[in-house]
């Protein structure tokens, strides 16, 4: 990932939140996003495609893959894995909404279980992104700080637990909270 960029993704997810009207505090919504920025969400079952193929990608490849950023003509919009449990899904739209929100280049994207198939360096781009969307660094930090679980976190802003350790790891919050507890003990 490029120097400066995880500066740049929490910036750039506050900037995403206000335009739809939600604070940090809130959990990040991206149906309403997607109709913000005129994204249509399509899951696999509304797709106009066979029932064969709908088996296939539905059926025993289901956990192969997660959601596809298309080009559709006059746009982009987004399939997604309805059988996944809706924290996923809601991370998968959200990994696809950051490739959109960093205007990579205009292929599809398609979110498979091993890594997408876009290159590691727009990947990892999206995922941040999508990181700071679903859970941004502040929010974190300030549920760190208070003591929250990783249960806490995930049901609060509709994440999976993985997810919300993800990001209180990865943003440092755990960290900065235990300091700070550290700090406050010393005499």
């Not at 249509?40 to 956990?63: N, V």
């Not at 990994?95 to 292929?107: D, F, M, Q, R």
């Not at 995930?154 to 507890?181: D, V």
Request: charged share 25%.
């Amino acid at each position: 990932m490029r120097y400066g960029f995880k500066t740049e993704a929490k910036q750039l997810a506050l900037e995403v939140r206000r335009e739809i009207g939600i604070c940090v505090a809130e959990p990040f919504d991206p149906e309403l996003w997607a109709r913000e920025y005129g994204i249509p969400l399509i899951s696999l079952h509304e797709l106009a495609c066979t029932e064969d193929a709908k088996r296939h990608f539905l059926g025993d490849r289901s956990a192969n893959w997660s959601a596809a950023l298309v080009t559709n003509g006059v746009g982009q919009l987004i399939v997604f894995n309805p059988s996944h449990v809706p924290s996923r899904i809601r991370s998968d739209i959200s990994h696809e909404a950051g490739h959109v929100i960093l205007e990579h280049p205009n292929v599809t994207h398609i979110s498979l279980a091993s890594g997408c198939d876009a290159g590691r360096v727009l990947e990892d781009e999206a995922n941040e992104l999508a990181g700071e969307l679903l859970l941004p660094a502040s929010t974190a930090k300030r549920l760190a700080t208070m003591g929250a679980t990783d249960g806490e976190v995930a049901e609060a802003f509709g994440i999976s637990a993985g997810m919300a350790r993800w990001r209180m790891n990865a943003t440092g919050a755990r960290l900065i909270a235990q300091r700070q507890r550290s700090s406050i003990r010393r005499p």
